[in-house]
């Protein structure tokens, strides 16, 4: 795959593939960098973009926060399971 760390949410790609290398996107949900809290993205922005992505079989990860106990953001759960429902 290629690996395609980003600041934002790039263009999405037209294809699933390429140069012979499958399409993957990195970056951060939090509102300042990895490992914060919230949301940078709503739901609908997300939605768009993830539908975009899955149209053409690329994939996407997110950075999300896990403070000292193990435990993910709240703020950050809710809104992948609302962007989830959407899908």
């Not at 790609?13 to 390429?18: K, L, Q, V």
């Not at 990860?61 to 953001?73: A, E, H, M, P």
């Amino acid at each position: 795959f290629t690996g395609g760390e980003s600041q934002y949410l790039v263009s999405p790609p037209t294809d699933r593939w390429s140069e012979g290398l499958q399409w993957h996107g990195i970056t951060w949900l939090g509102l300042d960098g990895y490992g914060s809290d919230g949301s940078r993205y709503s739901t609908n922005d997300l939605t768009d973009f993830l539908t975009a992505l899955k149209g053409v079989g690329a994939a996407q990860t997110f950075d999300v926060k896990i403070d000292q106990s193990g435990r993910l953001s709240t703020d950050q759960i809710n809104t992948l399971a609302a962007v989830r429902a959407a899908l």
